[in-house]
């Protein structure tokens, strides 16, 4: 069926004047409690309304919308449905609020039996869908007899996801304020999983029916060739892409890859030929940077690959995004398809159509984005000088967001002062209209609602807040040592080396050992000295959430420390729960499974408590953790790591240990005062250089292996 023979059986039919409530919560910054998201929560014993599952279909799961907000800052993604407009839209028409929990289907859908009558409305893309055996229309609200079955069959496309819709929403417990399933994270949902077959859902109470079918209007367009409105920025040429690179980025038509899911999409296209030879300290490839937070949309350039990052995205990472999908095309992230074509047009961000409208003013009957021009402005908003040797530049992220970096592109724990400075500054001020406040290394990212702030103003509030903030050598932080449990050059990081060989690409320079690699481009004489250095590192930490849930990004204390390595290029697809790894100069843990880049040395006990069950009542800035089942996460910003070699075997047992809710971490209390760590950089200032000299020499010598095997291009 064509996109006009399913639009012709819809009735065009308005909505009534009166628009449901959006749940769209202005979410408090870090440290205070996020709004709840979607209906207000029901007793889920005290209604009897249920949906049975006869059959979960290939990947259906539980979203709410605008999902889990609030804590971007720890790794948690906000998940929800990937096509926020399908199933907005599907909600609407069912009287519920536009949040209200439904199902997302994937390639194919479920057989649900109902305990009640009941009305639904299914959406997105076009797929076979019954009830009783009788064919019915997408888009349109229709009624589920007692005991009947809807059945959504695989999708025949174009798209990639359904989504079904019912009256009253589905009634889960919230985890961190949210129904929406992240099943990386393994919570959402009730079961923290996609369906399953005999599993019941209860349903709430429903409300007044709108209307009997989504507007023509009012559909979006679904096709095998999409075009994307983009905004420039954060990272832009010339700075870190050519002019070239630039211009090909949007007049190319890439073609999305099969390895692609909520995630991100992967997209293949044309190699970038860079404005830069490498990333310096933040690693060998041009495209790495220090980390900074991503933004929902942008393409996010991991090495050469392009990717379009998703709902279940990571919230941290140190690669380069030139472009950002505006909010109200992200939408289509949801139905790109495996060889689908996507071309990126940029828009004047002022005249993105608003993602909280529903209707015309949202644009997504067009096929083609309407655009009348491009910002051309490099994504730069706005640069200043905070004193004579300290500057502060305004990146744009998307039309509703702004990357606020500080100084130059170096590793300088005073940059970090002043961004927990600006950080803690915002979340006192309490500004309306802040969604999410999300610190990275040299750099804030500032979400929010722009329909409340708009950005324009936002930049002056910041502009106001600079004269406001103490001097970055008065910064002192509580900062206790954790010492946690490292088995070095684990199997199970071996393994992702190999399945990363057979299954990606076998001829990286890291492979077959990253421990080795690690040793080569750092100038030591053996890999125990990698060991040694490892070990006696103290790891600050200065960003949660790099790589999900809670997981550090840290550098040593003592720059000698410090061992600079590159990042996979292109990145693993599988990396084991907390394993251990250095990206430029960089030290994380991996809070989950999932892809990642960084090269491995070990790995160590869970950073992130899946034992407690949240419900959004403690708030992010509470630092409890194990004891209080409101606050998963183990680390806080500026702790700092100790490690402790552990056998492997030893290791299982711990993580065993620590599933089981027996959490052993040993700390101490302590602070970090920025002056006297400036004082003892001047005092070793000297060891200092001559280390730094020797791991130069090494990283160049790396650098020109790897042009002459055609790693590197000029």
């Known amino acids: 069926m064509s996109l006009t023979d399913t639009r012709s059986a819809v009735v065009d039919t308005a909505l009534p004047s009166v628009t449901p409530e959006r749940h769209t919560p202005v979410a408090a910054p870090t440290g205070t409690r996020p709004a709840e998201v979607g209906p207000s929560a029901l007793d889920p014993v005290a209604g009897t309304r249920s949906l049975q599952v006869l059959r979960p279909g290939m990947q259906t799961t539980v979203q709410d919308w605008p999902g889990r907000i609030g804590y971007w800052h720890i790794g948690v993604p906000p998940s929800g449905p990937m096509d926020d407009l399908s199933f907005r839209l599907g909600n609407r028409v069912l009287g519920n609020p536009e949040g209200a929990a439904g199902l997302e289907c994937t390639l194919g859908g479920p057989a649900l039996r109902f305990s009640e009558s009941t009305w639904v409305c299914v959406t997105g893309a076009v797929a076979d869908v019954r009830v009783d055996g009788r064919p019915v229309e997408q888009w349109r609200t229709v009624e589920v007899p007692a005991g009947g079955v809807l059945d959504v069959g695989a999708i025949r496309g174009p798209g990639m996801r359904t989504y079904i819709l019912v009256a009253g929403g589905i009634e889960v417990e919230r985890f961190l304020g949210s129904t929406a399933t992240f099943t990386l994270g393994k919570f959402g949902g ?45 990272h832009g040429a010339p700075e870190f892409f050519t002019r070239a690179d630039f211009d090909t980025i949007i007049g190319t038509d890439y073609e999305v890859h099969f390895n692609s899911d909520r995630t991100g999409v992967r997209l293949i296209g044309p190699k970038p030929e860079w404005a830069r030879t490498d990333g310096g300290e933040a690693g060998l490839h041009p495209s790495n940077i220090h980390d900074n937070a991503y933004s929902i949309g942008a393409l996010d350039f991991t090495g050469d690959t392009p990717i379009l990052l998703g709902p279940d995205g990571p919230s941290l990472g140190g690669f380069v995004c030139p472009v950002t999908v505006v909010a109200a095309d992200r939408w289509k992230l949801g139905q790109l398809t495996p060889g689908d074509k996507v071309r990126f047009v940029p828009v004047r961000a002022e005249h993105a159509a608003p993602a909280g409208e529903l209707g015309a003013r949202r644009r997504a009957s067009f096929g083609t984005v309407l655009s009348a021009g491009r910002d051309g402005d490099d994504g730069i908003l706005r640069r200043t000088a905070i004193d004579d040797e300290t500057g502060v530049t305004y990146r744009r992220q998307g039309d509703d967001g702004v990357l606020v970096e500080y100084g130059t592109l170096t590793l300088d724990l005073g940059l970090r002062a002043r961004v927990h400075a600006l950080h803690q500054h915002l979340i006192a001020a309490g500004p309306r209209g802040v969604v999410e406040l999300t610190p990275g290394i040299r750099s804030l990212q500032i979400r929010v609602d722009p329909a409340v702030l708009p950005i324009a103003r936002l930049l ?36 992702a080396i190999t399945r990363y060989m057979h299954g990606v690409r076998a001829d990286a320079p890291w492979c077959p050992w990253n421990i080795e690699f690690i040793r080569r481009m750092n100038g030591l004489d053996s890999v125990d000295d990698v060991y040694r250095t490892v070990f006696d590192a103290e790891y600050l930490v200065l960003g949660l959430g790099d790589v999900y849930l809670g997981a550090p990004v840290a550098t040593p204390t003592d720059p000698r420390h410090r061992l600079v390595t590159t990042k996979y290029n292109p990145a693993r697809t599988w990396t084991p729960e907390n394993a251990v790894g250095i990206g430029g100069a960089y030290l994380c843990i991996y809070g989950m499974e999932g892809p990642g880049g960084y090269q491995f040395v070990g790995r160590t006990t869970q950073v992130w408590n899946h034992r407690a069950r949240p419900t959004g009542t403690a708030g992010p800035g509470v630092d409890r953790f194990a004891t209080d089942p409101e606050t998963p996460w183990l680390l806080r910003y500026f702790d700092r790591i100790r490690w402790h070699p552990v056998e492997p075997d030893e290791l299982l047992d ?61």
């Not at 009997?212 to 679904?222: K, L, Q, R, S, T």
């Not at 970055?472 to 199970?492: E, F, G």
């Not at 602070?671 to 200092?688: P, Q």
């Open 190 to 234: 009730g079961t923290g999983a996609a369906l399953r077959a005999d599993e019941s859902l209860t349903l709430g109470a429903p409300g007044t029916r709108l209307a009997p079918a989504v507007p023509m209007g009012d559909i979006p367009a679904f096709g095998h060739r999409w075009e994307l409105a983009v905004t420039e920025g954060p």
């Open 460 to 495: 002056d509030l910041l502009a106001e807040a600079e004269a406001q903030l103490p001097n970055s050598d008065q910064l002192v932080v509580p900062s206790r040592t954790v010492h946690l449990p490292l088995s070095w050059d684990d199997p199970a990081t071996r393994e």
């Open 654 to 714: 711990l993580r065993a240990d620590f599933a089981a809710g027996k959490v052993d971490v040993a700390t101490e209390d302590g602070e970090f005062r920025l002056a006297d760590y400036r004082a003892f950089l001047r005092d070793n200032d000297a060891a200092i250089t001559d280390f730094r000299a020797v791991q130069a020499d090494a990283f160049a010598a790396e650098r020109h292996s790897w042009r002459a095997t055609g790693e590197l291009t000029d």
